[in-house]
């Protein structure tokens, strides 16, 4: 069912768990079709109104369109039959054909418009369509009119070149023009055509081919059932409508026509009659699909159209009825895999006349096939439809014929000698043309034979199938051996087979023999199944490893979870039928010789095998056992209820791994057809995933991978459930099983149930049904007993290529074999009956119970003359091994297994037939003498002298290691056979497996009993009785020796696994800012002289000199995360609607920018770039890994970097490189200032010098030249690494100078960088101090070294002394001076100075290593101008009557001693001294703004001071820190301001005892305050004058920026998706294909859109570099995937949106709804703050601006 975007939204009633996924190719609206969806469901536009409410169109409304639409038709198709030319390989020219359409296109679109006018014009339209006559009268190119003569032979001649004929051309084929049916069929719209199979003409082209005469011989077989040439050939036109679908065909379905043919389905009449057209052209729709080049493409469109007109029922029945719409499908199926078919190469190469689709064909290849299914299998989901179909015979055969075509395709031989040369992928195409072309219609089939009543059908089908399969085996020439080294996974008719044979006995009652062929029969069908059970064991023991990796992706495909159910399972169910019904000796010794481990199951310590090598034989034993043990243990078709299958495959895939909720709806198989009942998603699937899983939501780790939310088993399941033969069945990856069982065994350790390491667990099994009851023969069969008592001989005497997995096995079939005992032995006696019956003395009878207890004491071997056995001496009496005689005699004469299945095979033969004995006899004598080459055999005799029970006795004293380890339990508690408590399912390893067999034996029978107890009595030391011989000591001193160095081993490795822990946590942690880790710069010992730095590429240590300078690993990257900070905590959010937008006007960087262009319009440009910081926007942060390298080797490290191709992911050539030691992303190197810690202690010890002269030192230092150094390497490397920070953000975000570039501009962009670097520290603490100490972010900052290239290249910038600042700061001018030249703009008042970069100017100035005094003193002096500044924004913020009280009471205080301390004297000595100025006046609307409303108390105006104060204190403390190393002490929020001034000095000591905190008491005026206030107050009033609104707007600076976020996002996807995906861009007006939204700012792009292309830069980087310096985040509607774009790399992030599941949907490709995960949304936004993207994410490309 397909809805547009309105209709799905508009609906009334909708699912809340629906889902949507939506269509790449468009399609037709559903909406309004009751034959489709329920009415409930309707939109409200197509809620159906009752008729009376509907008015009548008036007639002569529509007159005008009904005259002058068949013309206009008629004109459309004009141009079409002109359009075409028809060239010369009858491939159209693409080019031609596309023009043609454009021209067309203004046409085609008003058709289109037409239909969208509503029901009155589409009925009119539906009129002029089918209309006979007009077409007949405009079209038949007869009269004078020589334009349409021409256009109807163009007509024609195109009919005729699609292998078509007008039934006019009658002569050609030899036909008869039918004359009265025609009419009649010709209303019905099936233009003369009335055949149901047409007899497909052989001398079309695509029989050109060499394998022209079995086509042939297909075809006579076909043409058989035809009626007359029909179907392939045959096309009239009798209507407009037929006509334009032919052009539209012809023309390979432009989305236009196809547009407009599906807006017409809403008129019923028209749907009628364009399905049957449709039919109609159905062969002409093949061809033309075959022959195209765009096949794909064109599929799609085909199926748009299809599913609309055969998903529904009433259509597809009638047209079925009327038009032979399954005669038709079937033959154009056949006709079309005809054309590639190759002679079969099975079984008998030179003879075989069997043909199969050659899967190299670009038809297979390219699913060319999948359309034409696909219709076939949505008209068999219709019961009416199937029905038609399994009751026509002629139809069944027809089908049996095409699934034959498929039947032993794709043969893979096996390489011997050479490995393959060329690896064909062919099988990718044979596997989807069986589950598409045979599996799914099997499926659609199969879902109508549920109940009893269709007995019938099942019927029909399996006699055909079985026809089938009996044609099949005689073209090939099969009789009973299969050919050796070959194997085709493809076997459609075998499983057709064997799945009707389940449906008729699990859902129809029907008897299973009543449908099953003879004995010879079963034989035939059970081998090539058995072949690729055995090929898959092969596969695996790497045995093809020459035909290449392709062969492995057979057998994974095989069994993985889309084929399961249609191949691996059908073949193990059909292989259990014939289990159940042929003579499970034959069966038995089948298994074990296809598996070719014939020769191997023999008593002698040494065997030939002729065909198999020993490094394979282990592996084959251990494929044939499991084989066994499955086969025997599977009950998917044998009585297993759906719930329990789905249940089983559950609990199968959680245990192998926790599971997605989407990906176990992957795994699970489910009937390829939709229909069929099961459908995952469903209610029985939830629940039973609820009762068998727990759900672990997706934990978040900063920088761990995404996770996501996965199912977990449940503690009863690993107790009760876990099921090895299910894992061993559905595993694609062998690995898998072992996951499953490390997992189990980590249960058991867990929970205290098994301590060791556990054997697969034993599992009680389903019941069988009554049908199957046979396939349990196979287990009480003595050759089974003699199979399982060789194997339990051959462990216990450690032959060779023997393991614990055999061992395993052989004790689970034992116990199978004990569970399921036919009988219980009441007549244990009569058991042992006369010799006469037993011909064999193996054993005596068949029932493994009695026969475990038999005690074998002779056994003849062959044995290569070499082997130890010969020397012994031969007892007279004997009993033969498995590969033993079969007489009692002591002859010589050995038959193997494969002789007595032979022997078994031909007395079945001669029950049937006599002729078959002729094939059989040449064939096995040639096939398995042993080649010649073979050492000679010669036989012995051993003695064995055991019983299976002794063995398995003798076993458990092995396992455990101790002599007379087992004794039976019950001589001590008799109970215990009494009532006996076996669980249905046992944990445990070898040892309890043998304790178990032991007592079900003894509880099974009492003969047992005894014989064990006898055997336990002998106290019988372990077989053969030994002594301890020299070299044996040897082996165990060897032994213990090997256990010391593996104890050894696990401690170094453990120790170093420790090193390596440490190591990680100190290097590693690169994004969470809360672990500390140790950097070698900062923690250098105090005693040491130097800073001694570790090379990580030579690995030398010492200090940086100016010769060989080291620097640190440095990631340099513009950032504007700053200039996002916001007034306000609460996040903005994602405008989902029009009316919500954000305006970027309250951002931290629009602040500023507007306030530097208001400097810069009224004062001198130099002045102001020193007055304010730069850097909001794409400042440049430094961040660094803390590894130190050489300069010089770093340089020879990029060189072979540059040298190595094999990079991706970053760009030698603009320096990026990772760090050699832990991986992170670099891109620049901070040469490290060579300097003592001991002279930094020296700079550390407080001086007891006045302030004044500390400031008189200041002023000095800062006035000497800073003359660059000599020439030396680290000088140069200073330059070069100041390139690079320059280099790193745009131009734009570095040159805010009137005069470009000025040296100003350097100097702004310089102390810039500090105070970025400084600012975003800060927001990595959390926007405080609070937490002290030094974080991660501390620990490895490199800001001391950037300080020093920093000052380096200040010092190179010498203020004027006339214009430093300092001087203003610290100095009181005479007043003349105040009065300069009028002309020139005034410089920037000292009180609208920024004072943080202010701070950061004077500290650059000086000379480094600073000194710790002089820092305190530019604080103090700092913190008085900012302590100024602060009131006198107050003053500004409170009103009129609040001014003038204050500064009437501070007045009266000027006098006190300490005036200078207080801040109501001060703020009143402010107020006063700007009254003198314009500031205060023009009180008017403006004003009002910025006063605020509340009434200032002392604590609040306290607050105010102390807010506006601390981001100074903040950044000048963690200066401090870096500078000299000092900690910072953790404190509350309400008193960092307080502890911080204290820190930086600003504080008394005396002072922090006092409570109630003053911020005033922190000043400490260089010079008298009240002076020094009203010379920078008069620098503002001079401003005023003039300009006094701008005057208060730059007094009141907003220094308390929140921290950064990015936007809130909805709750619900759908939201976002709704709006944007159809939201038009604002700069191209069209809606972009690929819409994105940046989640930053909120901006609507175009990905990859061209048409917002600007000088070859797509919009997103484009937005990228605008918004975030070349750092965006963006959200891509469609994808609901977050991509991040960095610098010139991108890189997929993940989606912050899951399921209810929690697990993405990328691409939107499930529907389902999709929730914020607020965590992961968390991760992305601190990885975006931190600037850790580079590092977290790994796998970055280049993007070539092209997003």
């Not at 011989?217 to 334009?244: A, G, W, Y």
């Not at 001694?1092 to 010492?1102: A, H, K, L, M, T």
Request: glycine share 4%; net charge negative; aromatic share 8%.
């Amino acid at each position: 069912m397909s809805l547009c975007a309105e209709c799905f939204t508009r609906a009334t009633t909708r699912d809340t768990t629906s889902t949507c996924s939506r269509s790449q190719a468009g399609g037709a609206c559903d909406c309004g079709d009751s034959n489709v969806m329920r009415e409930s469901g309707f939109c409200r536009r197509h809620q159906i109104k009752s008729s009376s409410n509907i008015p009548c169109v008036p007639k002569d409304l529509l007159m005008m369109s009904e005259f002058v639409l068949p013309r206009f038709i008629f004109c459309l198709i004009q141009y079409l039959r002109e359009g075409y030319n028809e060239p010369a390989a009858d491939v159209p020219s693409e080019k031609d054909l596309s023009k043609v359409l454009q021209l067309l296109e203004p046409q085609i679109s008003f058709l289109e418009d037409l239909t969208k006018m509503g029901g009155a014009m589409r009925s009119v339209l539906t009129q002029v369509l089918t209309n006979q006559q007009n077409y007949k009268d405009l079209t038949s190119g007869l009269g004078e009119n020589t334009c349409a003569k021409k256009s109807h032979e163009k007509y024609l001649i195109a009919l005729k070149s699609s292998g078509l004929t007008y039934p006019e051309d009658k002569l050609v084929y030899g036909i008869q023009e039918p004359s009265a049916g025609t009419s009649t069929l010709a209303v019905q719209g099936f233009a003369g055509a009335t055949g149901t199979l047409g007899q497909l003409d052989s001398s079309d082209e695509e029989d050109q081919d060499g394998s022209q005469g079995l086509g042939k011989r297909k075809r006579v077989k076909l043409s058989s059932s035809t009626k007359d040439q029909s179907i392939m050939d045959v096309l009239k036109h009798k209507s407009f409508l037929e006509e334009l679908l032919f052009w539209t065909i012809k023309y390979e379905f432009p989305q236009k026509m196809v547009t407009f043919l599906l807006n017409m389905l809403p008129d019923q009449e028209y749907k009628v009659a364009f399905t049957k057209t449709f039919v109609q052209h159905y062969a002409f729709i093949m061809k033309t699909l075959k022959k195209s080049h765009e096949s794909d493409t064109m599929s799609n469109r085909i199926v748009h159209i299809s599913v609309q007109l055969f998903s529904n029922e009433e259509l597809a029945r009638q047209v079925t009825e009327e038009c032979q719409l399954l005669d038709i499908m079937v033959t154009v199926l056949l006709y079309m895999m005809e054309s590639c078919l190759i002679k079969s190469e099975l079984q008998d190469e030179e003879n075989s006349l069997h043909v199969v689709v050659n899967c190299g064909e670009a038809l297979l290849k390219n699913n060319t096939y999948w359309p034409l299914v696909s219709d076939f299998i949505n008209i068999l989901s219709h019961q009416s439809v199937a029905k038609k179909f399994l009751e026509d015979h002629g139809l069944l055969v027809t089908w049996m014929n095409f699934v034959s075509f498929f039947q032993g395709m794709n043969l893979n031989k096996r390489e011997l000698n050479e490995h393959v040369e060329f690896e064909s992928q062919t099988y990718y195409a044979a596997f989807a043309a069986e589950l598409e072309a045979c599996a799914q219609p099997m499926w659609g089939l199969l879902s109508h034979c549920k109940v009893r009543e269709t007995q019938e059908y099942t019927r029909n089908v399996v006699r055909y199938c079985l026809e089938a399969l009996q044609d099949w085996f005689d073209a090939i020439n099969f009789v009973d051996e299969p050919a050796p080294n070959q194997v085709t996974f493809h076997l459609p008719l075998h499983r057709y087979y064997a799945m009707f044979l389940s449906k008729a006995v699990k859902c129809q009652e029907l008897d299973l023999d009543s449908v099953l062929p003879d004995q010879e029969m079963l034989m035939k069908l059970m081998i090539h199944p058995l072949q690729i059970q055995a090929s898959l064991a092969e596969i695996h023991s790497n045995m093809w490893v020459r035909n290449g990796l392709q062969i492995k992706g057979q057998a994974m495909t095989y069994v993985q979870s889309h084929f399961c159910n249609s191949m691996i399972d059908p073949d193990i169910y059909l292989l259990q039928v014939c289990a159940s019904r042929l003579d499970p000796d034959y069966f038995i010794s089948s298994v074990f010789e296809r598996f070719k481990v014939v020769d191997l199951l023999t008593m002698a310590s040494q065997h030939q095998n002729t065909v198999l090598d020993a490094e394979h034989e282990r592996s084959m034993l251990e494929g044939a056992l499991t084989f066994l043990v499955i086969l025997l243990s599977l009950r998917l078709h044998l009585g297993m209820s759906d719930d329990e299958i789905l249940r089983a495959e559950m609990v199968a895939q959680l245990c192998m791994n926790d599971r997605t909720h989407s990906s176990l709806l992957d795994l699970i198989p489910e009937n390829p057809n939709p229909k069929s009942g099961i459908i995952p998603g469903s209610y029985s699937f939830e629940s039973v995933l609820s009762a068998v899983a727990d759900f672990k939501a997706p934990v978040f780790e900063p920088g761990g991978s995404m996770q996501q939310g996965m199912y977990t088993p449940k503690a009863e399941v690993w107790d009760q459930e876990f099921d090895p033969v299910m894992v061993i069945l559905r595993t694609v990856y062998r690995r898998d099983v072992q996951s499953a069982m490390d997992r189990y065994t980590a249960f058991l350790k867990q929970n205290g149930k098994f301590p060791g390491n556990p054997w697969p667990p034993y599992k009680k099994r389903t019941p069988l049904h009554p049908s199957y009851k046979g396939l349990m023969r196979l287990l009480h069969c003595k050759t089974l007993h003699i199979v399982l008592f060789t194997l339990l001989y051959k462990i216990l005497m450690d032959h060779q290529n023997l393991s614990e997995h055999v061992l395993c096995m052989v004790l689970y079939l034992i116990e199978l074999g004990l569970e399921n005992s036919a009988d219980e032995e009441s007549d244990e006696e009569a058991s042992v009956c006369g010799p006469e019956r037993c011909h064999d003395s193996w054993f005596p009878g068949s029932n493994l119970v009695a026969n475990m207890r038999h005690f074998i004491n002779y056994v003849r071997v062959r044995v290569p003359e070499t082997a130890p056995e010969v020397k012994r001496d031969s007892p007279a009496s004997t009993s033969s091994d498995s590969l033993g005689s079969l007489q009692n005699s002591g002859t010589a004469q050995v038959f193997s297994l494969v002789a007595e299945r032979r022997k078994k095979f031909q007395e079945i033969i001669n029950r049937s037939s006599n002729e078959a004995n002729q094939v059989v006899r040449p064939k096995t004598s040639s096939k398995w003498s042993a080649p010649g080459s073979a050492p000679q055999l010669t036989t012995a005799i051993l003695e064995i002298k055991e019983s299976i029970l002794s063995l398995l006795i003798k076993l458990h004293h092995k396992l455990s290691g101790k002599q007379n380890s087992y004794y039976p339990p019950w001589l001590d508690d008799i109970e215990i056979l009494i009532q006996p408590e076996i669980p249905k399912y046992s944990h445990g390893d070898g040892i309890t497996a043998v304790e178990r067999i032991l007592l079900k034996a003894a509880l099974q029978s009492r003969m047992n009993k005894r014989i064990i107890e006898e055997i336990c009595r002998k106290v019988t030391p372990p077989v053969p009785p030994r002594k301890v011989t020299a070299a044996e000591k040897k082996t165990l001193d060897k032994e213990e020796r090997r256990q010391k160095a593996r104890e050894r081993q696990q401690k170094l490795l453990a120790e170093f696994a420790s090193r390596q822990k440490s190591f990680m946590e100190t290097a590693m942690d690169v994004d969470s800012p809360e672990n500390d880790i140790p950097m070698e710069i900062t923690t250098a010992e105090p005693q040491v002289s130097e800073a001694v730095y570790d090379c990580v590429i030579c690995g030398q240590s010492g200090p940086s000199s100016e010769d060989r300078p080291t620097g640190l690993v440095v990631l340099l990257q513009a950032s504007s995360v700053l200039g996002q900070c916001r007034d306000n905590t609460e996040p903005k959010k994602l405008p989902i609607t029009e009316e919500e937008q954000i305006y970027p006007w309250d951002t931290c960087a629009a602040v500023h920018d507007v306030r530097l262009s208001l400097l810069q319009r009224y004062f001198k440009d130099s002045s102001c770039l020193l007055a304010v910081s730069i850097g909001w926007e794409g400042g440049v942060y430094v961040q660094t890994c803390g590894h130190t390298l050489h300069i010089d080797c770093h340089k020879s490290y990029m060189e072979s970097l540059r040298n190595d191709q094999v990079l991706q992911g970053f760009s030698v050539d603009k320096g990026e490189f990772t760090c050699p030691l832990c991986r992170q992303f670099a891109n620049s190197v901070l040469p490290c200032y060579p300097g003592s810690n001991m002279e930094n202690n020296l700079w550390h010890r407080p001086s007891n010098k006045s302030l004044q002269d500390l400031i008189k030192e200041v002023e000095e230092l800062q006035g000497r030249p800073g003359a660059f150094p000599s020439e030396t390497n680290l000088s140069k490397e200073m330059e070069s690494v100041m390139k690079d920070i320059k280099n790193t953000t745009q131009k734009k975000y570095r040159d805010y100078s009137k005069t470009p570039g000025s040296p100003d501009n350097d100097f702004l962009f310089m102390y810039s960088v500090a105070r970025t670097n400084l600012e975003l520290e800060l927001i990595h603490r959390g926007g405080n101090l609070c937490s002290g100490g030094a974080s991660t972010a501390g620990k490895r900052s490199c800001l001391n070294q950037l300080f020093h290239v920093l000052a380096l290249h200040m010092r190179l910038y010498s203020i004027d002394s006339e214009f430093n600042p300092w001087r203003k700061l610290t100095q009181l001018e005479e007043m003349n001076s105040q009065l300069g030249n009028e002309e020139q703009q005034p410089e920037v008042p000292i009180l609208y100075h920024d004072v943080t970069s202010l701070l950061l100017i004077q500290i650059l100035m000086m000379p480094q290593p600073l000194r710790k005094d002089h820092f305190t003193c530019i604080v103090k002096v700092l913190f008085a101008l900012l302590y100024t500044q602060a009131l006198a924004a107050l003053s500004v913020k409170c009103n009129e009557e609040d001014r003038s009280a204050w500064k009437h009471t501070g007045a009266l205080k000027k006098n006190t001693c300490d005036a200078e301390k207080s801040y109501k004297v001060l703020l009143s000595f402010v107020i006063s001294e700007l009254s003198k100025g314009k500031l205060y006046h023009e009180e008017g609307a403006q004003e009002c703004a910025m006063v605020s409303p509340i009434a200032w108390s002392s604590e609040s105006m306290e607050k105010y001071l102390q807010d506006f104060c601390l981001p100074f204190l903040r950044i000048t403390s963690l200066l401090q820190h870096h500078l000299f190393g000092e900690d910072l002490p953790s404190c509350q929020e309400e008193e960092e301001f307080s502890v911080l001034s204290s820190c930086l000095g600003l504080l008394p000591t005396f002072y922090q005892t006092e409570h109630p905190f003053i911020s005033a008491s922190c000043l400490d005026w260089p010079v008298p305050a009240f002076d020094i206030i009203a010379q920078w107050c008069s620098e503002i009033n001079s401003f005023t004058e003039r300009h006094a609104e701008q005057g208060k707007a730059l007094l009141i600076q907003e220094s308390r920026w929140k921290l950064p976020h990015l936007l809130q996002l909805p709750e619900n996807y759908n939201t976002i998706f709704q709006y944007y995906h159809r939201k038009t861009c604002s700069v191209c007006t069209k809606v972009p294909k690929d819409p994105a939204v940046c989640l930053v700012c909120g901006t609507f792009v175009c990905l990859k859109g061209l048409c917002c292309k600007q000088q070859s830069y797509c919009e997103c980087v484009l937005h990228s570099q605008n918004c975030g310096a070349g750092t965006g985040i963006f959200l891509l509607v469609n994808a609901s995937v977050i991509i991040i774009i960095r610098g010139h790399r991108f890189c997929l992030w993940g989606s912050v949106y899951l399921d209810a599941h929690g697990e993405e949907d990328r691409d939107l490709r499930r529907g389902k709804p999709l929730y914020i995960c607020k965590e992961r949304y968390k991760v992305l936004e601190q990885q975006w703050i931190s600037h850790t993207f580079d590092h977290i994410n790994k796998r970055w490309g280049p993007h070539y601006n092209g997003l």
